[in-house]
């Protein structure tokens, strides 16, 4: 196969779907990604030769790219996953990057410039500040209303989904600096290495054989990457979503307006489940869903939502008190039943944990009622008004101390229907 370094880098620089780029020791752009040359304006990378920084972003932005650029020059040290903010020259709003950057050396060792690959996370900076403008509308909120309860439960109620941001914002970041370019790294060094019989290396040298097929798995890894990151950054929207629309109806909470949807319950409840995935798998709790085909549903989402994952999280947290030597287990159900009014739908969250005594049963849902030291009382409570909102029902029932408890929802669908 006769391939050139030109050829082979190409195929790469093609297809990534993050910013890579070489330059020179001034710091001018010697090669670069399609992607690259797309954000920078360019119709193709070769528009891109023998510009800098300086040509695209403003100087404040540009300036320090610079400086890190001429430090790795001057010390042969690497600049490993810092967080950019770039500031363009045309006026287009600033963006977010994650950057890593390398010695480019040829095949004396001698260092010849930078090489480095950015990757966009403008979209998780975006999700970062979308949840500080929704903290600071609940603190207003709770100002404005002066009443404790609905803080509380605003709180309370945040808070669950906050964890399930937490985890989403961690794996994007362990993503981010997992990224496969040393991968790059190597596969550029043993092109320099033979720069000069790059078509004899590819063909009869071992790891030359290897080489092209490595660089297209190389692409895919990166595509890879991206589809995972936006995949969490999807979920990270989810839950951003969840939480306006908890601090939208507290505010609101006399009289609170009602949006019903037609709905899969079943997505609804996996939504659920993974706003607590870090904690079930962290607790080690088995999860059996026990949930037919249901067809989409007349349901108020975020209600039902917020009302789902403080069962679930109580649910978790009941297992702390179980008996020894059990395996904690959540078992989730729901069906249709008929009513004289019309349908309802019947959700029960049942778990082995430790159990209610009979005394407890008439106060779990009371407003600060809680049997744990670190507990204050207003999840369970949130989840009765929300139900009653909702023209429900929330209950109870357990056998007693060590065996488990179950809790009933019960949504009748013509009171959402005659919301809708």
């Known amino acids: 196969m006769d391939v050139d370094d030109r050829d082979l880098l190409r195929a790469l620089l093609d297809n990534s779907p993050d910013h890579i780029y070489f330059k020179d020791r001034q710091?001018?752009?010697?090669?670069?990604?399609?992607?690259?040359?797309?954000?920078?304006?360019?119709?193709?990378?070769?528009?891109?030769?023998?510009k800098s920084d300086f040509d695209v972003f403003s100087e404040a932005h540009a300036l320090p790219a610079f400086e890190d650029e001429q430090e790795i020059i001057r010390t042969g040290l690497p600049m490993v996953g810092k967080v950019e903010r770039e500031?363009?020259?045309?006026?287009?709003?600033?963006?977010?990057?994650?950057t890593t950057k390398m010695p480019l050396r040829n095949r004396d060792g001698e260092i010849i410039g930078t090489f480095g690959i950015t990757k966009d996370i403008s979209d998780l900076k975006e999700a970062e500040r979308r949840i500080g403008e929704v903290h600071r509308q609940l603190l207003e909120a709770s100002r404005l209303a002066g009443m404790a309860e609905i803080a509380t439960n605003v709180l309370h109620n945040v808070g669950n989904?906050?964890?399930?941001?937490?985890?989403?914002?961690?794996?994007?970041?362990?993503?981010?600096?997992?990224?496969?370019?040393?991968?790059?790294?190597?596969?550029?060094?043993?092109?320099?290495?033979?720069?000069g019989d790059l078509g004899a290396f590819l063909t009869q040298d071992t790891r030359g054989k290897l080489l092209p097929g490595y660089l297209r798995d190389l692409a895919q890894v990166l595509l890879a990457e991206q589809a995972a990151?936006?995949?969490?950054?999807?979920?990270?929207?989810k839950s951003v979503d969840h939480i306006k629309e908890v601090v939208a109806t507290?505010?609101?909470?006399?009289?609170?307006?009602?949006?019903?949807?037609?709905?899969?319950?079943?997505?609804?409840?996996?939504?659920?489940?993974?706003?607590?995935?870090?904690?079930?798998?962290?607790?080690?709790?088995?999860?059996?869903?026990?949930?037919?085909?249901?067809?989409?549903?007349?349901?108020?989402r975020h209600r039902l939502l917020q009302i789902l994952v403080n069962l679930i999280s109580n649910a978790k947290q009941a297992m702390s008190g179980a008996p020894a030597g059990r395996s904690p287990c959540i078992t989730l159900g729901a069906a249709l039943l008929t009513a004289p009014d019309g349908r309802v739908l019947r959700i029960t969250v049942a778990d082995n944990g430790e159990g209610i005594v009979s005394e407890n049963l008439v106060r779990v849902f009371a407003h600060g009622f809680t049997t744990r030291s670190n507990g204050h009382g207003f999840g369970l409570h949130s989840c009765a008004m929300a139900a009653q909102e909702m023209g429900g029902t929330l209950s109870a029932?357990?056998?007693?101390?060590?065996?488990?408890?179950?809790?009933?929802?019960?949504?009748?669908?013509?009171?959402?229907?005659d919301a809708r």
């Open 250 to 300: 507290q505010q609101s909470y006399a009289g609170a307006s009602r949006v019903v949807e037609f709905l899969k319950f079943d997505e609804l409840l996996d939504d659920a489940l993974r706003m607590n995935a870090g904690a079930l798998t962290r607790h080690k709790v088995e999860v059996v869903k026990q949930i037919p085909e249901l067809p989409e549903l007349p349901l108020d």
């Open 87 to 98: 500031t363009w020259m045309d006026g287009r709003p600033d963006t977010w990057a994650l």
């Open 161 to 195: 989904v906050l964890n399930s941001v937490n985890i989403s914002a961690g794996l994007i970041g362990d993503r981010l600096r997992a990224s496969k370019l040393k991968g790059l790294e190597r596969a550029v060094g043993l092109m320099d290495e033979h720069a």
């Open 397 to 417: 029932h357990s056998q007693g101390a060590g065996c488990g408890a179950t809790f009933v929802l019960e949504i009748p669908l013509g009171a959402q229907e």
């Open 229 to 237: 990151i936006a995949e969490e950054l999807a979920l990270l929207a």
């Open 27 to 50: 710091s001018r752009f010697i090669k670069s990604s399609a992607a690259q040359a797309l954000q920078f304006g360019m119709t193709t990378p070769d528009g891109l030769i023998g």
